[in-house]
């Protein structure tokens, strides 16, 4: 009901929605191919790993698909009879008559909705092809849905990265890292030390599952096989290991392309091409007054690329986590960082994540926005019963919960410098 989805949820009548949708959804697919994909969230085998199944009509959500999430007959085949699978619906709106011709980018403008419905479960999305309205495995299933699953179930979903941090001495941390957008967290994700004798392997740079092992440990799994990075900002110096990635075998979305063909982003490069076409089509010079790139333009890559990948990223039964890092990016107030002094004090930290706005499109500049455990926009449930799940959990792990950390990388000092020594 409403009260379950929360002040933060676009709640609707569930019997009302699906007989809107149902009606969208006759004959919508008519004049184009509709395609079945079974796919797998997490390693194949994997006792905490989830399957679905997503029928669609949109060959873009097909190859994003194959490289974000195990698809086709590997994962058909390792679904048990038995075994829950997410009906996850999805039509970009535009069906052809027949000589009709197609356009560059199908889609509904006017008749837009992504709907979750966690008591079934079940995703239904109409009208758009992009990102993680259409890649249902994505947000919706990994995050939205899945956290309603955790909750009823005894596991944490979480919008986090998942790395392996291993001292001189040898020793191995695992960490998951939530923070809002701006904070550099796919960059964390694939960094490269440059203290001596450190070395940092990426499991995930998005989403974590997480469970208690049989050990009484916390274990994370990375839910998709794939990156589907901003690409905008993106460059060997931001992120070396990420531009390696990338280098084939990738999807490019709304980027630029240069006259010999090749893709382009604003802070790709050190000099700007002479001439571009951007990501509308359209003839680009650097004087023109646009974007060459949407600033929220992709690349969709696949993980096992990444050449700081660690070795146990599919490891069936996870990764054991030693702790957790929140935070966000603000100039002052917030310290550098500091540990909590227990699970429920990590919590409110948690729950306290803020960010100041970094561009006039998102807002007004050094305005703050609270996003909680960096789940604002992916709490599939109400945020207070979130949190409740959250206090609750410590029960499951005993003394061998991680510890839990808030860190500031962005503070600076009277003359606006930052004060994190990383930055130099």
């Given at each position: 009901?409403?009260?379950?989805?929360?002040?933060?949820?676009?709640?609707?009548?569930?019997?009302?929605?699906?007989?809107?949708?149902?009606?969208?959804?006759?004959?919508?697919?008519?004049?184009?191919?509709?395609?079945?994909?079974?796919?797998?969230?997490?390693?194949?085998?994997?006792?905490?790993?989830?399957?679905?199944?997503?029928?669609?009509?949109?060959?873009?959500?097909?190859?994003?698909?194959?490289?974000?999430?195990?698809?086709?007959?590997?994962?058909?085949?390792?679904?048990?009879?038995?075994?829950?699978?997410?009906?996850?619906?999805?039509?970009?709106?535009?069906?052809?008559?027949?000589?009709?011709?197609?356009?560059?980018?199908?889609?509904?403008?006017?008749?837009?909705?992504?709907?979750?419905?966690?008591?079934?479960?079940?995703?239904?999305?109409?009208?758009?092809?992009?990102g993680g309205n259409a890649l249902l495995g994505k947000k919706c299933y990994a995050l939205r849905i899945a956290s309603t699953m955790g909750r009823k179930e005894g596991w944490l979903a979480e919008h986090c990265l998942i790395l392996g941090l291993v001292s001189p001495e040898g020793k191995k941390y695992y960490v998951c890292a939530g923070f809002p957008s701006a904070c550099g967290k796919t960059n964390l994700a694939m960094l490269v030390p440059t203290l001596p004798g450190w070395t940092v392997r990426c499991v995930g740079d998005d989403i974590a599952w997480l469970h208690?092992?049989?050990?009484?440990?916390?274990?994370?799994?990375?839910?998709?096989?794939?990156?589907?990075?901003?690409?905008?900002?993106?460059?060997?110096?931001?992120?070396?290991?990420?531009?390696?990635?990338?280098?084939?075998?990738?999807?490019?979305?709304?980027?630029?392309?240069?006259?010999?063909?090749?893709?382009?982003?604003?802070?790709?490069?050190?000099?700007?091409?002479?001439?571009?076409?951007?990501?509308?089509?359209?003839?680009?010079?650097?004087?023109?007054?646009?974007?060459?790139?949407?600033?929220?333009?992709?690349?969709?890559?696949?993980?096992?690329?990444?050449?700081?990948?660690?070795?146990?990223?599919?490891?069936?039964?996870?990764?054991?986590?030693?702790?957790?890092?929140?935070?966000?990016?603000?100039?002052?107030?917030?310290?550098?960082?500091?540990?909590?002094?227990?699970?429920?004090?990590?919590?409110?930290?948690?729950?306290?994540?803020?960010?100041?706005?970094?561009?006039?499109?998102?807002?007004?500049?050094?305005?703050?926005?609270?996003?909680?455990?960096?789940?604002?926009?992916?709490?599939?449930?109400?945020?207070?019963?979130?949190?409740?799940?959250?206090?609750?959990?410590?029960?499951?792990?005993?003394?061998?919960?991680?510890?839990?950390?808030?860190?500031?990388?962005?503070?600076?000092?009277?003359?606006?410098?930052?004060?994190?020594?990383?930055?130099?």
């Open positions: 009901d409403k009260e379950d989805a929360g002040p933060t949820n676009n709640w609707a009548d569930p019997a009302e929605m699906k007989a809107k949708l149902e009606a969208l959804f006759k004959g919508c697919m008519k004049g184009r191919t509709m395609y079945v994909i079974p796919f797998c969230m997490g390693p194949l085998g994997s006792p905490y790993s989830r399957y679905g199944v997503q029928v669609t009509d949109s060959p873009y959500v097909v190859v994003n698909m194959k490289i974000m999430a195990r698809m086709g007959s590997a994962a058909l085949n390792v679904i048990p009879e038995d075994r829950f699978f997410l009906p996850c619906m999805h039509s970009v709106g535009f069906p052809l008559t027949r000589g009709q011709k197609d356009v560059p980018w199908p889609c509904n403008a006017d008749n837009r909705y992504i709907c979750h419905f966690p008591e079934d479960p079940s995703v239904m999305s109409y009208g758009s092809g992009y208690v092992g049989d050990d009484g440990r916390l274990y994370a799994i990375n839910p998709e096989a794939g990156f589907f990075g901003v690409a905008p900002g993106t460059s060997y110096h931001s992120n070396w290991s990420a531009m390696v990635c990338i280098a084939k075998n990738s999807i490019f979305t709304n980027v630029a392309l240069t006259d010999d063909g090749d893709v382009w982003w604003e802070g790709m490069t050190k000099d700007t091409p002479a001439h571009l076409t951007d990501w509308t089509g359209q003839s680009w010079t650097p004087d023109c007054g646009r974007k060459a790139a949407h600033p929220n333009s992709r690349y969709t890559t696949p993980a096992a690329q990444c050449p700081v990948i660690d070795p146990d990223w599919e490891n069936p039964r996870g990764v054991p986590i030693d702790a957790f890092i929140f935070g966000g990016r603000r100039a002052g107030v917030v310290p550098l960082i500091h540990e909590a002094f227990s699970w429920e004090h990590g919590v409110f930290l948690g729950s306290i994540i803020s960010s100041e706005q970094t561009a006039a499109a998102e807002g007004k500049v050094g305005a703050v926005r609270r996003d909680p455990f960096a789940m604002l926009p992916f709490c599939g449930y109400n945020m207070g019963d979130y949190f409740g799940h959250w206090v609750d959990f410590r029960k499951y792990l005993g003394y061998n919960s991680p510890k839990i950390f808030y860190v500031n990388w962005f503070r600076r000092d009277e003359s606006g410098r930052f004060l994190w020594p990383g930055f130099g």
